[in-house]
Each structure stands twice: as structure tokens, then as C-alpha cells.
């Protein structure tokens, strides 16, 4: 697999295992993730599946997932 970088074509992550959450809806708008060989965590959007995706450290993920599970982000959803 080539380097993995912020913004490369995801269907350039050979072997790369994309999930989405059992919370995802019917219509495929989901934000899907794939753990990297290395470690590191790539992100994308399901609509768009050979397009860009983003990848994290762990450390920056359990971060994320840290806040996300906190509630710091409920503004993005609601009114």
C-alpha cells in the first residue's frame, strides 16, 4: 500500500476495510472508517467512495471519538 496522506483518492488504500455506523441511513450518506496498516485511521465519505479521505493518527482519533462520546459536537446537529 502506498503512504497513506490527508486527501489521497481512497480507492488508493488497497486492503483498506471501510465501516460505517449501524446508525448510518438507508440513502448512503455516511462518513466510513478503515484502519491503516500502520495504525492510522482513514476516513470518507460514503457517497464519494473513490474519492478523498482523510487520515489520522490514534491519537488524534481517540481524541475525536473522546469528544464525540462527550457531547462537545451535538451543536453540529441540532438547533
Known amino acids: 500500500m502506498p503512504h497513506a ?3 489521497m483518492a481512497a480507492r488508493d488504500l488497497q486492503g483498506a476495510v471501510w465501516r460505517k455506523s449501524r446508525y448510518s441511513n438507508s440513502q448512503g450518506t455516511c462518513v466510513e472508517f478503515a484502519k491503516l496498516p500502520d495504525g492510522d485511521v482513514a ?3 460514503s457517497r464519494f467512495p ?3 479521505a482523510l487520515v ?3 491519537a488524534e482519533m481517540e481524541a475525536m ?3 464525540i462520546k462527550d ?3 451535538d451543536y453540529l446537529i441540532r438547533d
Open 56 to 58: 489520522y493518527t490514534p
Open 5 to 7: 496522506y490527508n486527501g
Open 50 to 52: 473513490d474519492g478523498p
Open 43 to 45: 476516513v470518507r465519505n
Open 65 to 67: 471519538l473522546l469528544g
Open 71 to 73: 457531547g462537545e459536537f
